[in-house]
């Protein structure tokens, strides 16, 4: 049935607003607008900030000193949806088909973050006001590294002052199967661009004298992966932190092995870093990845030219104790020592965000797993670590001093940045009961007074 939580959930996907793309600011702002009048139809008292890049939505209901503040945060931008003509409907024009809404957004995150904003208008509607005090934070920049957040928290860090932050924006590794994450892999990106002729060449007339940039490229990208699937920067694993033998055990008894990734991810055969499971490689090991590579000729049919120059954009996923900014460091001379004469590498590098590692048993995440039991009765509960990076967790506890638990309701088939990115319609709802259930037990961890000692 389609009722006010759905279609206004749909309505807020109709927004494109995609991040990165300039010619969407107007859309992104109009999102952050539309966003921000739902929150005051909440009981909310809200804002919305302008940023040098995106604006900030900043709510709050009014706090009673004494109760646990809990700052609930979410992105309302989105990944591009390209590419496009892989879609089965419209990216923007948000439908239901078999309970599954199918949109750019629907899951990451926009649906998972306005559940939280139903859950707490039906709290309020319901019970007159929430049991906690409330601070609510959706930024539109989190697709493209939250830029600007940081010094947004420096500069209201006071209005920011919270006990712990709350955030869905992962994932449930199986339908029905409660979740809370407990690390999150942080990020480091770089563009490169090699340089060759000063204009594209015929590639038979020039062909075998002079570099071609996009070959150069190829070989560059090849010298990052050993034959063992490991990373062949120099210096790169130095700080990494392995993973410990009772996570390399409990994540073997998850009901997401190799050949549910296998079945999910629909390739023949799982690679990776030699010694350790799918999981692990995703949890828990650096990576390097390919996002992007482009030079030369993309159109139909073939066109024989060497291109006068040729990209690629990189990522890496890091693991507690690396350092993005060190590890953009050591890529970087990688890619210098490797490139060869005749050409000119040009090096861009790109956002970074740490790695991010809780105690899922702190009194937070013990009030977390309870929330999840209440919301998913009878199912057993899933802690796990994930492979996706949010950058800003990490701010949280290095500015605002405090930590951040992750009850997402993702699935693994969300295809969350891909065509067909959805979220089906009983996620949404469990994500609004979850809401409730977690504000009622996060009330009860308050140190006053009184109040429960869990
Ligand atoms: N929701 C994701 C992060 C995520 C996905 C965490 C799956 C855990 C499981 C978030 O919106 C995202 O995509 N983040 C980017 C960050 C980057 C652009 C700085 C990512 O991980 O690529
Ligand atoms: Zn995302």
Not at 189 to 204: M, Q, T
Not at 324 to 336: D, N, S, T
Request: glycine share 10%; net charge negative; charged share 20%.
């Amino acid at each position: 049935m389609i009722d006010d939580d759905l279609s206004l959930l749909l309505e807020f996907l109709r927004f494109p607003s995609v991040s990165t793309d300039p010619s969407r600011n107007a859309a992104v702002a109009q999102c952050a607008d539309w966003l921000a009048g739902q929150i005051r139809d909440a009981g909310l008292s809200v804002e919305v900030i302008p940023t040098p890049g995106h604006p900030v939505v900043l709510a709050k209901n009014s706090h009673v000193p004494g109760r646990p503040t809990v700052l609930i945060y979410g992105h309302y931008d989105v990944q591009p949806e390209d590419p496009v003509d892989q879609w089965d409907s419209p990216p923007f024009d948000p439908v239901i088909r078999d309970g599954v809404i199918y949109a750019r957004g629907a899951t990451d995150n926009k649906g998972q973050i306005f559940a939280h904003i139903r859950g707490m208008t039906a709290t309020i509607r319901e019970e007159g006001e929430l049991p906690v005090n409330v601070i609510v934070l959706v930024e539109g920049e989190e697709e493209i590294g939250s830029c600007n957040l940081e010094s947004f928290l420096s500069t209201h860090r006071d209005a920011l002052k919270c006990d712990v932050v709350a955030v869905s924006d992962t994932g449930m590794i199986a339908p029905g199967v409660p979740t809370l994450t407990y690390g999150l892999r942080g990020i480091a990106a770089l563009e490169f661009r090699i340089k060759g002729p000063s204009v594209d060449l015929h590639s038979g007339i020039y062909g075998g004298a002079v570099r071609n940039p996009a070959v150069v490229v190829a070989q560059l990208i090849a010298t990052l992966h050993r034959p063992d699937g490991s990373i062949a920067v120099l210096g790169f694993y130095d700080d990494v932190q392995p993973l410990e033998e009772w996570e390399r055990a409990a994540w073997a008894q998850l009901p997401l092995g190799d050949a549910e990734l296998k079945a999910v991810t629909g390739v023949s055969q799982l690679a990776g870093e030699h010694g350790y499971s799918g999981l692990e490689r995703i949890w828990g090991r650096p990576t390097a990845e390919v996002n992007g590579i482009g030079g030369g000729f993309q159109g139909e049919g073939s066109k024989t030219v060497i291109p006068k120059e040729a990209f690629a954009k990189l990522t890496f996923r890091l693991v507690p104790n690396q350092d993005p900014a060190r590890v953009l460091k050591l890529i970087e001379a990688h890619l210098r020592m490797h490139c060869p004469d005749g050409v000119l590498l040009e090096i861009t590098p790109g956002h970074t965000g740490e790695s991010y590692v809780a105690d899922p048993h702190s009194k937070y995440g013990r009030a977390a797993q309870e929330a999840l039991r209440i919301a998913f009765p009878g199912k057993p509960l899933a802690l796990i670590r994930e492979g996706g990076s949010i950058p800003i967790i990490n701010t949280f506890k290095r500015v605002l001093g405090v930590e951040t638990i992750l009850v997402g309701l993702a699935l693994p088939d969300c295809r969350a940045h891909a065509p067909n990115e959805n979220f089906p319609v009983a996620n949404f709802r469990a994500g609004i009961a979850l809401n409730r259930a977690l504000l009622m037990q996060l009330a009860t961890t308050s140190e006053s007074p009184g109040a429960s000692s869990r």
